[in-house]
């Protein structure tokens, strides 16, 4: 707990005034109003920790006020300089300087790097960034298209400007020269009190991070982060609008500066008055209030530096920054080292930090509520962990399942190359492909049905309970007496006088909570107002609702796109089975023909055996016999080979070499036998001749004719059987063909099938754990919805009985006393009207 550090610079006189009437006096640390002939003027003298006059310089400044703020900071605190006063009073000059004199930003840049390379055992990253306040719009001065920005506040960082642009620095150089390149940018005007005034409010802020270098040590020390924050602050100056002579937009301006310097004061007169007495700060009034918090009242070691202009006509704005600064003298700030602890370091002091607060808290009725609040923001943080996660698996799902449309591309690529391949098979649809597309789609249905079970119920699983965060500053509560059940009971005014040792508070502050020096928990006036809060988190908690709503219809809607997906892929697949099942036919087809071609040359060898009428051991007739058992055993073998093939259509390389072998030399047999009968036909008709005269010495010359007939008839029979054995060998060989491509066909229809089988399974399976997820997640903001409004209408509950008590009180104080004052004036008549003596206690009441 320390005071606020505060100093007066008087700037020198103007060349064109001269002295002749009231002047300011300094006497060591006092400066004092004093009238022409050297009298103090009684009541304006003012005392501050120091005064520096006209012929001292920035650096002095600096070393006597700002350099132990500023070499706090790079140890670990919040630090804040700014310079007050009217305008023309030397503010710009105090911050900023010349080159012969530097002013404090740049004599405290300088000082920053020399501490730090002076501290070899620590790290540190600095980052620095330059805004101004105009208008009460906040600008950012390092980048021209960051305007009109927006104060935040965050349990990480606190109160700070979204989108301001931060540079990371390594040197002096680098920052001088971004505060050069902010102040083109910055906001001047001329008025008739100076040529060059700053019309916005400057804030140029460093955050210094630092760490250890030698982290191996068990100390917790070492494995914390220090961030500290540095604000130095060029206030715009008062204006009285008479001496300025401002208008348009100069007249703007300065209404927003008075106002934001009103603002300023209000705030350091309220933190200037006692705790007790302390009621609602403005910090929200203003921006520059609102950026200034931490420094004025909180975690923040400061230093003001108030600037006045000595000449007779500035007396009455030098009187109100003096007073400024003496109401200014009297905060108080409560600084301390801000560091971010690891997860090691964070472990040991939060056992530490727990046993504390349990021995703090032992009796207080608070806990109970603490508890609650401490729950309900573990839940929302737990629950941002996991949207986190749940966005994450959503992004992987999306890259997955654009993965999944190129391979479901591909293969319909192939599906489409292979139906073309395919549609020359001209066959016919019976009830075996029927029945086997309705055993398919029995199975696919289901394979649906138990996908479709999966969503509806979804998996639930065990959130862990060990998440640990840590306590919000924000999260203490208002503490109150305990409300008395009948109001009959309460104590009349001199019994509560003796009750509370002659002190008799305000009705207002029995709904305040004194403070209390934890760690964890702010001071009483950091506290906002419960009610805006839980106000805020409840919307918070209502748009992260809304956010996993729609979360969870983006989900359906994927979904209901993977079904569409799945059933067309099914269709697809249906049909790549009933063409796999036509292709199984083919051996079925081949087999009957060959059955049908057996019978056929069973037909033609017997017809021909029938027309020889002769001598059994004849050429011709032993001939055709050999050539009717080669085709009768080619045949054979065919049909055998057929039917194992549909018993059995996975059979090996091996086995389909051996059948073509066979085939190979039975057809060579046939062929030599084919052509033998060709090119004998004239020894077979002599040989007939040879027979025929033989019998003509027995039956009648007429046979002639009928020698002729089966002549013909032979010769007619062998070229028919050379052309259908032709037709059959060709046949054969692309049945041969066919059925082995079609064969690989199927195997790899079948491997394809599979693949997409597996997709789909997985697909399904990540979709409902995707819903599953988001379902369960739904129902856990919906159940941390639904105790925030609970415990809010147990407030307001609590609040209604409060205002009813503190009127139930009112009232007992008003009718006790109306009780007195009509007993004082009983007793003033009755001894007005008579001599008899009346008890001294009566005389007391």
């Known amino acids: 707990m320390e005071?606020?550090?505060?100093?007066?610079?008087?700037?020198?006189?103007?060349?064109?005034?001269?002295?002749?009437?009231?002047f300011w006096k300094i006497e060591d640390n006092r400066i004092s109003l004093h009238r022409p002939h050297g009298t103090p003027v009684s009541g304006l003298s003012f005392a501050f920790d120091h005064?520096?006059?006209?012929?001292?310089t920035n650096a002095t400044v600096y070393d006597r006020l700002t350099k132990d703020v500023i070499r706090a900071a790079v140890e670990g605190f919040n630090g804040t300089a700014f310079a007050y006063g009217q305008t023309s009073s030397g503010k710009t000059f105090t911050m900023n300087g010349s080159d012969a004199d530097p002013g404090i930003i740049r004599l405290a840049v300088r000082d920053v790097f020399e501490k730090i390379n002076m501290m070899s055992d620590?790290?540190?990253?600095?980052?620095?960034?330059?805004?101004?306040?105009?208008?009460?719009?906040?600008?950012?001065?390092?980048?021209?298209?960051?305007?009109?920005?927006?104060?935040?506040?965050?349990?990480?960082?606190?109160?700070?400007?979204?989108?301001?642009?931060?540079?990371?620095?390594?040197?002096?150089?680098?920052?001088?020269?971004?505060?050069?390149?902010?102040?083109?940018?910055?906001?001047?005007?001329?008025?008739?009190?100076?040529?060059?005034?700053?019309?916005?409010?400057?804030?140029?802020?460093?955050?210094?991070?630092?760490?250890?270098?030698?982290?191996s040590c068990d100390n917790s020390t070492s494995d914390t982060i220090r961030v500290s924050v540095l604000n130095l602050v060029d206030l715009a100056g008062s204006e009285r609008i008479a001496k300025t002579g401002a208008g348009g937009v100069r007249l703007k301006e300065g209404k927003h500066i008075n106002k934001s310097l009103m603002v300023l004061g209000n705030v350091i007169n309220k933190l200037s008055e006692g705790a007790k007495q302390r009621g609602h700060i403005p910090y929200r009034d203003s921006k520059l209030t609102r950026i200034l918090q931490p420094a004025l009242g909180g975690n923040a070691k400061t230093s003001i530096i108030c600037t006045i202009a000595p000449e007779e006509v500035h007396v009455e704005e030098t009187k109100?920054?003096?007073?400024?600064?003496?109401?200014?003298?009297?905060?108080?700030?409560?600084?301390?080292?801000?560091?971010?602890?690891?997860?090691?370091?964070?472990?040991?002091?939060?056992?530490?930090?727990?046993?504390?607060?349990?021995?703090?808290?032992?009796?207080?009725?608070?806990?109970?509520?603490?508890?609650?609040?401490?729950?309900?923001?573990?839940?929302?943080?737990?629950?941002?962990?996991?949207?986190?996660?749940?966005?994450m698996e959503l992004e992987e799902e999306r890259k997955s399942h654009k993965l999944r449309e190129e391979c479901i591309k591909e293969q319909q690529m192939k599906i489409d190359n292979l139906s073309t391949l395919l549609t020359c098979s001209d066959c016919d649809r019976n009830s075996s492909q029927n029945s086997a597309k309705e055993s398919l789609m029995d199975e696919f249905n289901d394979s649906n049905s138990i996908g479709q079970s999966d969503f509806r119920t979804p998996c639930q699983k065990t959130v862990p309970g060990n998440y640990v965060v840590k306590r919000s500053n924000y999260s203490q509560l208002v503490e109150c007496s305990p409300l008395p059940d009948p109001l009959d009971n309460v104590a009349d005014e001199e019994t509560w006088f003796q009750m509370n040792k002659g002190f008799i508070a305000d009705l207002d502050s029995i709904q305040m909570t004194p403070a209390r020096k934890v760690q964890s928990f702010p001071p009483a006036n950091e506290t906002p107002g419960t009610d805006e809060s839980y106000r805020k988190e409840l919307e918070d908690l209502r748009r992260q609702l809304e956010l996993a709503v729609e979360e969870k219809n983006d989900l359906k809607r994927k979904h209901m796109e993977q079904v569409r997906l799945n059933k067309q892929l099914i269709q697809e697949v249906s049909e790549l089975q009933k063409e796999a099942h036509l292709i199984q036919e083919i051996p079925k087809r081949l087999t009957e023909s060959i059955v049908n071609c057996k019978d056929v040359h069973s037909d033609v060898v017997s017809i021909l055996q029938q027309s020889f009428v002769g001598d059994g051991k004849s050429s011709a007739g032993s001939l055709l016999s050999n050539t009717g058992d080669i085709g009768n055993i080619l045949l054979s073998t065919l049909e055998a080979h057929f039917s194992m093939f549909m018993e059995d259509h996975g059979l090996c390389s091996k086995d389909d070499s051996s059948l073509q072998e066979h085939c190979r030399k039975l057809c060579e047999k046939l062929n030599d036998t084919v052509l033998l009968l060709a090119s004998k036909p004239?020894?077979?008709?002599?040989?007939?001749?040879?027979?025929?005269?033989?019998?003509?010495?027995?039956?009648?010359?007429?046979?002639?004719?009928?020698?002729?007939?089966?002549?013909?008839?032979?010769?007619?029979?062998i070229s028919a059987i050379k052309d259908k054995y032709n037709g059959i060998q060709k046949e054969l060989d692309e049945s041969n063909q066919l059925l082995g491509v079609s064969r690989e066909k199927y195997c790899r229809l079948e491997r394809d099938f599979q693949l997409l089988k597996e997709e789909r399974d997985l697909l399904l399976q990540s979709v409902s754990e995707s819903t599953s997820k988001v379902s369960l997640a739904t129902d856990r903001r919906e159940n941390v919805l639904r105790d925030l409004n609970s415990e809010v209408q147990r407030r307001k509950n609590l609040e209604g009985e409060i205002k009813k008590f503190r009127m139930a009180f009112v009232g007992r104080q008003n009718s006790l006393a109306s009780f007195q004052s009509e007993v004082r004036l009983k007793l003033e008549k009755m001894r007005d009207g008579s001599t008899v003596s009346v008890p001294k206690s009566l005389v007391d009441l």
């Open 682 to 717: 004239l020894s077979t008709e002599s040989e007939h001749g040879r027979s025929f005269s033989c019998n003509l010495a027995y039956k009648d010359g007429d046979l002639g004719g009928e020698m002729a007939i089966c002549k013909e008839n032979l010769i007619s029979g």
């Open 51 to 56: 005064i520096f006059g006209e012929g001292c």
């Open 320 to 391: 109100g920054t003096l007073q400024f600064a003496s109401r200014a003298k009297r905060v108080i700030n409560c600084a301390q080292v801000n560091e971010i602890l690891t997860d090691a370091a964070l472990l040991k002091r939060q056992k530490l930090e727990i046993e504390e607060l349990r021995e703090k808290l032992q009796g207080s009725r608070a806990e109970v509520l603490e508890q609650e609040i401490l729950k309900l923001r573990n839940e929302m943080l737990k629950y941002e962990v996991e949207r986190e996660k749940l966005e």
């Open 122 to 215: 620590r790290e540190f990253l600095i980052r620095v960034s330059y805004m101004e306040i105009y208008n009460e719009e906040i600008n950012d001065l390092l980048a021209v298209e960051n305007q009109k920005l927006q104060i935040h506040e965050s349990l990480e960082r606190g109160i700070f400007v979204a989108g301001l642009k931060e540079e990371i620095v390594n040197n002096e150089d680098q920052v001088l020269q971004l505060i050069e390149s902010g102040e083109v940018n910055r906001h001047f005007g001329e008025t008739n009190m100076n040529a060059r005034s700053s019309r916005s409010h400057t804030i140029f802020r460093m955050v210094i991070e630092s760490r250890a270098k030698d982290i």
């Open 3 to 22: 005071k606020i550090c505060v100093a007066v610079r008087v700037r020198p006189f103007a060349a064109e005034e001269t002295f002749n009437g009231t």
